[in-house]
């Protein structure tokens, strides 16, 4: 697999030119919600070689930072895993005087299809952690569905155990949060991502009061730009989608991922062949394609499926069949030569652990700010490291808080 050797990091979401605002009655601009502790814009662009999200205009993707073997995403350029640099110790101890969780809500111009559904709104929560000296850190929550829950859970049941405490102690926080809501039975889902947003915040705070951007806080950098892919083609007639990722690659987009699990009533995985076929004829061998399928198929569809694709030199399958079909996966994994991605739906460390364990997967997809945050993200980074496997960051319809935070732990 030849592309594996090629530096790839991560995964951007929807970055469709739609801003960001409240939700709720008054549907009021806010400021733009991409500050994950960098001590310049200038220095950001530097490091970082990539689109801005939520840009106020330019087309309807992002480019999403991949990982590519051999090159891992929070590794050194050697693939060991950077340690994290001594935290230093400050003259007075801070306290977390509060934490606030807003939601927001973004339009694109037109609804989004893809095989789970179609979205004409998307939203996120942002959670604040303030200081008892004024310091304050930014995190987000994913909250694609029901926003108040994530809300909810951040103001009732997490906010309360981190009051007064001293944000510098942010992994036994973290182990702390997740302890009082796996006691009745939550460690996935909403809880997850609630946890996530606290957790970003709590290290992007902890950066800023040294005066380090995240990345360097974290340990440094070990590349000086994160090559990202276009997220995604999406399902549309399929001349069209075949245009449009030749459009993206003659404006030199060198990786594109694509949409398939077309639904029966429109030729079902047969249509996915031929998109995949056009995708590939009108981009040419040298742009690397991925596809997601969003769960969309049963094993066999998949194994079917899977086989056909093998012959466009995919970078990768991603989510094939439903998140919690391990055995699924396994057997996937053994009957097809195109490397499988997944990972973006699981939460916490756990999932990823029985991902890896099962041998499933070729690539794991972490969402920052769903699986718990820049806590359990370097955890799995140090989990992938032990098996040799490759991470790439997924940070699909998410804002900038999300972005930028997966692109300092990619850096």
């Not at 942010?170 to 039975?185: H, I, K, Y």
């Not at 992007?204 to 340990?219: C, E, I």
Request: proline fraction near 7%.
């Amino acid at each position: 697999m030849p592309w594996l050797n090629k530096p790839f990091v991560m995964n951007c979401g929807y970055s469709g030119g739609v801003p960001l605002r409240r939700s709720g009655p008054k549907q009021q601009r806010t400021r733009s919600f991409c500050a994950i502790s960098m001590r310049s814009r200038r220095h950001s662009r530097r490091l970082i070689e990539t689109t801005s999200t939520f840009p106020d205009h330019g087309d309807s993707h992002s480019r999403r930072p991949l990982n590519r073997r051999g090159s891992t995403a929070g590794s050194t350029r050697y693939g060991c895993p950077r340690s994290a640099s001594p935290l230093p110790r400050i003259p007075v101890p801070m306290k977390i005087a509060s934490v606030t969780c807003t939601r927001l809500a973004a339009t694109p111009p037109r609804p989004v299809q893809f095989s789970i559904g179609t979205f004409s709104t998307f939203y996120a929560a942002v959670v604040e952690v303030r200081t008892d000296d004024g310091l304050v850190g930014v995190g987000e929550c994913i909250a694609r569905r029901a926003p108040e829950v994530v809300t909810t859970i951040v103001d009732r049941l997490l906010a309360p155990l981190l009051i007064g405490r001293d944000p510098w102690d942010v992994e036994g926080l973290w182990d702390e949060m997740l302890a009082l809501l796996r006691r009745w039975g939550h460690s996935r889902g909403f809880v997850l991502e609630a946890m996530s947003g606290i957790d970003i915040a709590l290290w992007d705070l902890l950066a800023r009061s040294v005066g380090k951007p995240l990345y360097k806080f974290l340990g440094g950098a070990g590349r000086d730009r994160v090559r990202c892919y276009v997220s995604k083609v999406y399902f549309d007639e399929i001349p069209r989608m075949a245009e449009e990722a030749r459009r993206l690659a003659s404006q030199g987009d060198t990786a594109v991922k694509v949409q398939v699990g077309w639904p029966e009533a429109r030729g079902g995985h047969r249509a996915d062949v031929r998109t995949v076929r056009a995708v590939r004829e009108a981009v040419g061998p040298d742009v690397e394609v991925m596809v997601d399928a969003n769960g969309a198929y049963d094993v066999g569809t998949a194994v079917r499926v899977g086989r056909q694709l093998e012959e466009f030199n995919l970078a990768w399958l991603e989510e094939p069949v439903p998140a919690d079909d391990l055995d699924g996966y396994a057997h996937l994994h053994r009957s097809v030569r195109v490397p499988l991605a997944a990972g973006e739906t699981e939460f916490g460390l756990y999932g990823f652990r029985d991902l890896i364990a099962r041998g499933c997967v070729d690539i794991l997809q972490p969402e920052v700010a769903r699986i718990g945050g820049v806590t359990a993200t370097r955890r799995l980074w140090a989990l992938a490291h032990a098996h040799n496997l490759p991470v790439a960051p997924h940070t699909g319809f998410s804002g900038g808080v999300a972005h930028l935070a997966s692109l300092h732990l990619a850096a």
